[in-house]
């Protein structure tokens, strides 16, 4: 019986799914029996509406160019660590690490960048644009704890968690904006109406990102998907440990930004990861040979 | 054991997700990626693919998909960087052999593109994109990673406790 019910269960969703794809689909005049004008526009925003309903529908190049929007007003926030080297050493780092993540190739690939503050922070825009602080290095034993950072950020872009804090009601106004008209290019008045909707989506990110941090189920989330990638790559899982044991008891890292009211506390978040490298069948061990070139990148943060 | 009659609707749903699934054409969904000799990240390059170059599917190994181009090469893509189109499923459960219309797949792209991001910044000249463009010009040849992994241990050399 118990073994028959999830069976049974597939069925039945496959046969709604089935259901609601066809009765949706019968009600859109496909191309090939033309209307006029206006019910082709009417069609159009069904097949949009269809299309396209929640935040896994945005599609990658619209995800880059939210992403690069955010990338903007975090760069007006604060100002860029600028040593070529140390960006360069961060890059193949991070691009090394999100080879073995789930999203391995993203629309115009990862990219990381130091902010010159000496906030512990680190923030990934959508589309794989990612932030650390000069803070946040300067707490890095490893090279290991760094590339368990970067895979907690790949992980938040991997789960977009950037586009889930979109708000729906916005999301469900910029599908059928974008959908209400058969043009094929913006006129004026669609244009402003999409950059306004554009400037909410923004700030929606921005507010979570920057302003009130994640909660605790995305957090969480990303921190399981750091072991996972993290140790996939080669580095020892528990240097993302030992970065958060930095954090226990320390206000500075969330000082004045209100994050204590979502985001989980470190002792949390340890516990967490903890029981998650527990799980994992193979754990890499922390390498030596990394200890020179990471050095050799941290002397540039003096 | 029972055995389970499906209802004869329930079938015909049944049917249009199969075809759903059994779709074998794949679209580009990142703004380039190689088209590689084997499924390996590393592999030699046969040819560079760009966003919404169509690819017929032959095979699939974990998460590597064996496609051949319009110009007719054949190699191997990750999947992450491709997607089954969704005006190709739209056309198959139509009922008739239908294709959406170049428009309509135009209209489908519309969305927040270079043209919004245009109009932002002309409405909001205070905020800068100099570092954003510098930054997505960081580029890291395969080649840098390859020898990153090798040389830390990590990858394919990787250790464990």
């Known amino acids: 019986m118990s073994a028959r019910r999830p069976f049974a269960f597939a069925v039945l ?171 094929e290019a913006y006129g004026p008045a669609e244009l402003a109406q999409v950059t306004s909707i554009f400037e909410g989506v923004l700030s929606d990110i921005v507010e979570k990102l920057v302003v009130n941090g994640y909660d605790r189920k995305s957090e969480y989330e990303a921190d399981s998907l750091s072991v996972k990638f993290g140790a996939a790559t080669g580095y020892d899982p528990n240097g993302l440990l030992r970065f958060l044991q930095t954090m226990v008891g320390d206000s500075s890292t969330v000082s004045g930004k209100g994050w204590f009211k979502t985001h989980p506390t470190p002792e949390d978040r340890l516990a967490k990861s903890k029981a998650e490298i527990g799980r994992l069948k193979v754990t890499p061990a922390l390498e030596e040979v990394r200890t020179p070139r990471f050095k050799q990148a941290m002397a540039l943060l003096k | 054991m029972k055995r389970t009659r499906v209802p004869a609707p329930a079938a015909a749903a049944l049917a249009v997700v199969c075809l759903l699934a059994a779709a074998d054409t794949l679209v580009v969904k990142v703004q380039t990626t190689p088209l590689r000799q084997a499924p390996q990240f590393f592999a030699p390059t046969v040819a560079a693919l760009k966003v919404g170059d169509k690819l017929e599917l032959i095979a699939t190994q974990g998460a590597w998909r064996q496609v051949k181009t319009a110009a007719g090469l054949t190699g191997w893509i990750h999947s992450s960087a491709a997607e089954v189109p969704k005006f190709t499923l739209m056309a198959m459960s139509g009922g008739t052999k239908t294709e959406a219309s170049a428009k309509e797949a135009a209209l489908a792209g519309k969305g927040f593109s270079k043209e919004i991001e245009r109009n932002y910044r002309a409405k909001h000249a205070d905020v800068s994109f100099v570092w954003v463009d510098k930054m997505a010009a960081l580029a890291v040849p395969a080649a840098q990673v390859e020898d990153f992994l090798k040389k830390g241990k990590l990858g394919e050399g990787r250790s464990s406790q």
């Open chain 1, 13 to 183: 969703f496959v046969v709604l799914v089935g259901f609601a794809a066809s009765s949706a689909l019968a009600q859109i005049r496909l191309p090939g029996k033309i209307g006029d004008a206006a019910q082709k526009a009417k069609d159009a925003a069904k097949i949009i509406k269809i299309v396209r309903n929640g935040f896994g529908d945005i599609t990658e190049e619209e995800e880059y160019y939210i992403g690069r929007s955010v990338a903007a007003l975090i760069l007006s926030r604060y100002p860029v660590f600028d040593k070529p080297a140390l960006t360069q050493y961060l890059n193949t780092l991070g691009n090394a690490v999100a080879l073995f993540s789930d999203r391995p190739e993203i629309f115009a690939g990862w990219h990381f960048l130091v902010l010159d503050t000496d906030e512990v922070n680190a923030l990934a825009a959508p589309g794989g644009m990612i932030f650390v602080t000069r803070g946040l290095l300067l707490r890095c034993p490893d090279e290991d704890t760094l590339g368990m950072i970067l895979a907690h950020e790949i992980g938040h872009v991997v789960a977009k968690h950037g586009l889930q804090s979109i708000k729906k009601s916005r999301l469900t106004e910029a599908f059928t904006a974008l959908g209400a008209q058969a043009a």
